[in-house]
Every structure is written in structure tokens, then in C-alpha cells.
């Protein structure tokens, strides 16, 4: 091999065994060895600087079957698991105290890093880094996960039967063109530079300046966004308020609804279903929702039905994840510091399968705390299903019965409708102007009292039918000589 092959294959090899791994950088060089003939594995190895061996043994696998290994079977350092089989037992250990192992895990309490479990198996005898811990658990088939949130509780004997049977509502309406609507109030948020769930983008080291706590500040604005989602049409409508969460508020963006999109999607609707969760302000104890559903029902000539979902399931009302997590979603990452800015994000909120929401801003006030009494409640147009009618109940079109006539009387005697000689000041001790009457006949005032009553009366000031009196300074009643025998003075 002259010395310009020599140089020639110097490059090649420079440029080309970089790129290349153990078993394919034998192979290259097996074959220019063999290309170059006798005497060329010793050539080989000068111009490409590797030991000979590595050059023979190359051009010995030239002549195999082609193989996937790099290395030969069993070749190369044993696995750490293999050296110490007691690693994996004492790492599912620390990773499931409860299921293995010693309870007392000293891990317990901790977060189970891979760095933290390295250094405790490290202590207890397996020595091992991070890296390989990050690998042994995969193996066993553990994996990253956070929480899940499936428990729910104390679980009603009917939740499932109730969950048919407003399946089987659902079904009848739609059938009969009739609207079903889900109904519910979404998280309530602060407003101001506050801190965000989620990501968006942004140039890189230019994020969104929010403050450092999430503590809302004396006095800050809330948004309360309450949401209608029309099953049927796949569209939603959500008005934000800006006062408190009430039942007032929710029947009043009903009936933003029913007159903005309702009654026009639905002309010739006579009957609405809502589908709404136990608590809240739509929940089924709430007595302010009935009677406020109960206005809307007799002004809008709609039958109204209700159905609520069970305690503790208000996650299966089709409204939380078909249009309330859709708007989570668009406003991840982005504080809401107004209400013109919650209006707008939530109006955006699309979905590829044709979701559309309306939003749109009541100012209105809804006071809390308005009770509804026990008379008002049994005159509402209310009718009861037989199938748990305290989930489930229909408000007909019809003005509330009038109220029932109360069963007693007020007997209290206001101050103006008290008789005149009950003002004298002989009995009141008080100084007021002198009563124009004596006593009535029907008084049981004793004569004694009446006489020294009218010893400040005017002569001839007695009215009729006045008891007959004659006072010192002569007091007659004009009707004193038909009433009875005139009493001398004292």
C-alpha cells in the first residue's frame, strides 16, 4: 500500500468511524483490511490507529449471518439488578410501605425523589445513583402519577336509579323536539393580577408579570359565571354576574336565554327540561329557585321540569365537562383582571365538533339571605314526580294560588285607635289637652273615678250618651235628663 492509500484511507476513516457504532466500526475496517489483501489487517490498524484484534474481528463478522447486537450475547458489564438481586425488593419498599415491605418506611413522609431513594438504598447497602432508580421502578411498572379524583363519598341507595331515570327524561324530550338544557354555576374567580392555571405562549423569558400571592385584596371584584349548555344544539350561554350567587341571578339568565336564543331554536316548544346538580343556588332544597323557576314557567306558557343529579354527582351534569372545562381551557395561563375580559374569553371558547357559547355581563344585585315562607311555597303551580319527587318535579304555567286568609286576627290596639278617656291625664298622670267625652256608659270605671274625671271638663262639654254627671263647676251632659238620675257633686 503506497503511502497516498495510506492518507486516502486516513481521511476516510477520520471522516466516517465517528459516525458509527462498536460492531459497524469493526465492520469497516474488516473490510478494507480484506479489500487490501495480505498483510492489510496490520495496515488497516496503522492508518486507522485501533489494535489489530479489533481490525481481524471485524473481518471475521463479514463473513456471519448480519446481527442486530452490537456486542456478543452475554458480553459487556452484568445489570445492577443481577449483581445485587436485594435492590429491587428494598426499592419497592420504599416506593410501597404500604403494600411491601416495612411500614415504617423512613421514606413515609417524604417525596420520593429518585435522589432520595438513591441515597437511602445507598445507606442501607445497595449502592446505586439516580439515574438507574429512575429506571428500575419503569421496569416494575410504576410510572409518574398524580391524583385521581374518583371518591365520592357516602353514596346514595338511588344514585343509579336516579341516573336512569333522567336518562330516560332526556331521551323523551329530545324525541319530542323538546329543549334540555344543563344548568350550573361555574367557579367563581377574582379579579386582578392573579396568577393563572395552565401555559401559553410567549417569547422566551417575557412571561406574564401576576402577583407573587394569590391573596385577594380587600375589596376585590369576582366574576360569578353561570352557565346554560343546550344539549341538543351543542351551544352554551353564560352570563357573568358581578353580585352574589343566588337564585334570583340563575333563573335570570334563564330567561336571558329562553328570550336571546331559546323561544326562536325552539318555537314550538311547550315543555323545558333542566338538569342541574343538588347544591348551589338551582338545588333541589333551595326554595327561592322554585318560586323564581315558578315566574318563569307562568311567563314564558313553558311546562318546566327538573331533574337534579344526586348528592355528591354534579361532575355528570353534561354542562361541567362539555362547556365549563372547554372555558377553563381558553383561559389557561392568562389572568383575568376584568369583567369585559372574562366576558370575552369565555365568549371565544369553540371546540372542533361545533361548540358556540354566548357570553354577555349582568350587573344586576341579587341580595342573599331572601327567605321564602312555608304559604308562599303551597301556592306554587308545583307538581312532585313519583320517583323521588324532591329530586324531581314540573312547575306548570299557571299565576301562583292565592295565598290562604290566616286562621286568627291581629287583636293588638294601635295607639291612634285607642278610646279617648283612655288618654285622661288623671289615668295617664300626664299633662295633655282635656278629653271633649265623659266616660262611656259601658265603662266599669268606678263613679268615684268618672266624677273626679269630669271635674276638669268645660261646663256643658259632655257628649251624648255620656253616663249623667254633674261636676263642680256644673257639667251637665245634654243627654243627662234621658240617661238617668243626675249625681250630685262631690
Known sequence: MTKQTEVVLGEAFAALLPHLDERQRRLALGAAAW?????????VARVARVAESTVARGARELGGEPADRVRAVGAGRKRLRERDPGLVPALLALVEPDQRGDPESPLRWTVKSTRKLAAELTRQ?????????????????????GTSRTTEGARHPDRDAQFRYINGQVKEFTAAG?????????????????AAAGQEWHRAGQPVRVRAHDFPEKGAQKAVP??????????????????GDTAAFAVA??????NGEGRHRYPAATRLLITADAGGANGYRVRAWKQELAGFAHASGLQVTVCHFPPGTSKWNKIEHRLFSRISSNWRGRPLTSHEVVVGTIGATTTRTGLTVHSELDPGAYPTGVTIPDEVMVALPLTAHDWHGTWNYTLR?????????????????????APDWLHHPTLTGMDTPPSPTCWPQSS??????????????????????AVPCRCPTGCWSPSSATAGRPRSGP
Do not use: M
Request: glycine share 10%; with cysteine.
Open 35 to 43: 479489500v487490501l489483501g495480505y498483510g492489510g489487517v496490520r495496515r
Open 444 to 465: 266599669s270605671i268606678s263613679s268615684t273615678t268618672r266624677r273626679s274625671a269630669c271635674t276638669t271638663n268645660a261646663p256643658g262639654t259632655a257628649s251624648c250618651g
Open 397 to 417: 304555567p299557571e299565576p301562583p294560588a292565592p295565598l290562604p286568609v290566616p286562621r286568627y286576627e291581629d287583636r293588638t290596639q294601635l295607639a291612634d285607635r
Open 178 to 194: 323538546q329543549p334540555v338544557i344543563s344548568v350550573d354555576t361555574k367557579k367563581k374567580e377574582v379579579l386582578g393580577e392573579y
Open 226 to 243: 353561570y352557565g346554560i349548555y343546550d344539549l341538543a344544539a351543542d351551544a352554551g350561554w353564560v352570563s357573568v354576574g358581578c353580585d
Open 253 to 258: 339568565t334563564l330567561r336571558r336565554w329562553w
Open 125 to 145: 447497602g445497595h449502592p446505586v445513583g439516580a439515574d438507574t432508580v429512575a429506571a428500575l421502578p419503569k421496569a416494575e411498572g410504576f410510572s409518574l402519577q
